[in-house]
């Protein structure tokens, strides 16, 4: 309750006299609270700052793109002419990689933050793991590009193949998700595997019906990140040598494709200034994109939250 | 690369996008929607959840993707012509030449609805190293290839056919407000740009300039852009001073010297076409005491020297082998010349074109162009190497 208190009151008079209570506050008790409103409204702002920019460059991209965003663009294949320029390879290509990525990453990842929280040993192994993955976590997406053309492109032979780049951007992004799943894990409070142990349950029994749907949301949030991460690279992909321009239409894993983000560089180059308008409509499919999937996500979490508290 | 997997690349356009769109559904159901897409189909009525309305927008979107417009790629727009050839041809390399070959892949989807063409943008760098490997039937090449290149290329038995397919002209821009000139001539432009330079004022250059700090807008030194100019102005691919503002995008050098009343730069003409009431071109004296402005008409007729350039197609040989890269080149050379125009490069004069043609059906290989002298006559150049 006292902490509540203290945020409904903020920076009001205090209403506890201290000790040299004379009728007025006291200079130093001015001071604190005075510190306490700044604070607060730095933090305020430091919010809307974040808020502010991101809402002038939707706005300013929704305008740029606006006259071009229509269904021709969505259906239509690449064209030199700005009108008929259509995104519809791209679109495609992006869903296509972005679901094996999510295939392949958020298992694998779930999967090992699930064996170094509940299985693995404390130990130095697990400490050198840990300082790897977060190390890895940070290393340049454009490193994991080159990873990615040695083994996946050349030494195994997948060309520049959808499963390709859906490897490369899973290594991307398994650090992420392997954090976030561990951070998770680790917020769920130990009686509730304590009490699962006294029941006789075993550790698998545990994960499955109770650490795992408690840390069910925190594991997603972090999947969102990753994933929204990975649908906006260009750089791995261009050295990968995933092609800007593609004529056929993605059907299977392994078919050539083409991603959003690498149609969007190369239109933002070009000297035509419809263009640039092309490219804006085509980030906003982009995000659109990217919305639709994490709504998805929080719809999930959603439904779990209720489920398990 | 084609070879070393034992698919059938085009074979799957004929199945069309069920299976794409299946992917997705799948994709779905692994997520926790069990049979969303059927709950979306029968409820579609009666009310919705927002959930389910949500995944009815995502596979909505999918599915529009997957089923609108999908017949003219697949080749049912058109009555499939008796040489309908399948197959699958890579290029990638340069993005400057990278607009007029997706022109011409845009125009040969209807008559080639069935083979697979995929355009990188690696660089013309970038593009001669997958080149070297075979792992591309075509390499874009804003600049001729380089021996260091070409050496390559021979240890790993890879021959090359070298096409000229459009021109382009670099141009000489400075600030709308620069109304101290019109001109420069290429011995100006080497003072300044030269490694040694001493310039630093505008005065520096040409007496009666302004006494004031000249700004240089310059593309990245990866760019094929900047290898022709240095060749052209001082004598050899890169050698130039570093000191200037670099940008691997133009459209950035355009907005460098739109805001700056003493800068100076360079970059390929479609970007000066599209700025016009930003910038002002230059005339540029090639030595012979006249200005000449880049146009198309100069361009063309080689009169813009020496910063016209020639951009390239460098084809396999062995992948000449194949019908699929025969056809895509042979329908390149045929709209080059109009195509090129299209994005804002210059055709070459119409012989050239005869010329390149004999030249690709004669299967000449090797370079002609490495090492001749920027702004030599191209004519005289290609019926040369025709000749040999």
């Known amino acids: 309750m006292s902490e509540v208190a203290l945020v409904e009151h903020r920076a009001d008079p205090p209403r506890v006299p201290d000790a040299a209570w004379t009728g007025e506050p006291s200079g130093n008790l001015l001071r604190r609270h005075l510190r306490a409103a700044i604070f607060h409204r730095l933090c305020q702002g430091a919010t809307f700052v974040g808020v502010a920019f991101l809402a002038v460059l939707l706005v300013q991209v929704v305008i740029e793109g606006w006259s071009f965003l229509d269904l021709d663009l969505l259906t239509s294949l690449p064209s030199r002419k700005a009108d008929k320029m259509g995104i519809k390879a791209s679109v495609v290509g992006t869903l296509w990689v972005i679901s094996f990525t999510a295939l392949f990453s958020v298992p694998i990842g779930i999967a090992a933050a699930v064996y170094l929280e509940e299985y693995a040993r404390k130990g130095r192994l697990s400490t050198i793991i840990q300082v790897n993955i977060s190390n890895l976590a940070g290393v340049p997406s454009i490193v994991y590009g080159i990873l990615g053309l040695v083994v996946f492109v050349r030494a195994l032979q997948m060309g520049h193949s959808i499963l390709a780049g859906a490897f490369t951007l899973s290594l991307l992004i398994l650090p992420v998700i392997i954090i976030a799943s561990r951070e998770a894990i680790r917020a769920v409070p130990s009686s509730v595997r304590l009490a699962a142990f006294a029941l006789g349950a075993t550790r698998w029994q545990t994960v499955r019906s109770h650490v795992l749907p408690a840390a069910l949301p925190g594991i997603l949030t972090g999947v969102i990140l990753a994933v929204s991460r990975a649908i906006g690279e260009a750089a791995p992909l261009i050295i990968l040598g995933v092609p800007i321009y593609h004529s056929m239409i993605p059907s299977a894993p392994t078919d050539d494709f083409t991603v959003l983000p690498l149609q969007i560089y190369e239109m933002a180059k070009r000297p035509q200034a419809e263009f640039h308008q092309v490219a804006a409509a085509a980030i906003v499919v982009l995000l659109t994109v990217l919305l639709l999937m994490n709504a998805t996500a929080i719809l999930i979490r959603h439904r779990w939250e209720r489920r398990v508290i | ?388």
């Open chain 2, 1 to 388: 690369m084609a070879g070393s997997r034992s698919r059938n690349d085009v074979s799957h356009a004929d199945v069309g996008f069920d299976r794409d769109f299946a992917g997705i559904h799948d994709l779905f159901t692994r997520f926790g929607y069990q049979g969303g897409v059927h709950r979306i189909e029968e409820e579609s009525e009666s009310k919705m959840t927002f959930q389910s309305r949500c995944i009815a927008l995502a596979v909505g979107l999918a599915t529009s993707l997957a089923s609108t417009g999908c017949p003219a790629e697949n080749g049912a727009g058109g009555p499939a012509s008796a040489d309908a050839l399948e197959g699958k041809v890579q290029i990638d390399g340069s993005s400057t030449v990278y607009p007029i070959t997706e022109a011409v892949a845009e125009e040969f989807r209807a008559p080639q609805p069935k083979i697979a063409l995929s355009i990188g943008i690696s660089g013309t760098g970038g593009g001669f190293k997958k080149f070297v490997l075979g792992e591309t039937d075509i390499n874009d090449a804003s600049r001729t290839i380089k021996d260091s290149e070409a050496e390559k290329c021979r240890a790993a038995g890879i021959e090359f056919i070298e096409i000229p397919v459009a021109y382009d002209g670099l141009s000489v821009v400075v600030n709308k407000d620069a109304d101290w000139l019109d001109t420069i001539t290429v011995a100006e432009l080497n003072a300044i740009w030269k490694p040694e330079s001493t310039v630093t004022k505008w005065s520096d250059v040409r007496d009666g300039w302004p006494d004031v700090e000249l700004k240089l807008y310059g593309p990245g030194v990866d760019s094929g852009t900047f290898d022709y100019f240095t060749e052209a102005i001082n004598g050899k691919s890169q050698r130039c001073r570093s000191d200037f503002t670099q940008s691997e995008d133009d459209n950035v050098l355009v907005q460098g010297v739109a805001g700056d009343r003493y800068a100076l730069g360079f970059f390929g003409f479609a970007y000066y076409a599209e700025n016009k009431d930003k910038i002002k071109l230059l005339k540029v004296d090639g030595g012979t005491g006249t200005g000449v402005a880049p146009s198309e008409k100069t361009i063309n007729d080689g009169t813009y020297a020496p910063l016209s350039r020639p951009l390239f197609i460098y084809v396999s040989k062995k992948a000449a082998d194949r019908p699929e890269v025969v056809a895509f080149v042979d329908f390149y050379l045929a709209n080059a010349a109009e195509l090129s125009a299209d994005v804002g490069y210059v055709a070459l004069p119409e012989k050239a074109y005869e010329l390149a043609k004999t030249r690709f059906e004669k299967r000449i290989t090797g370079s002609v162009f490495a090492h001749v002298e920027a702004g030599r006559d191209l004519l005289e150049v290609l019926g040369a190497g025709l000749a040999n």
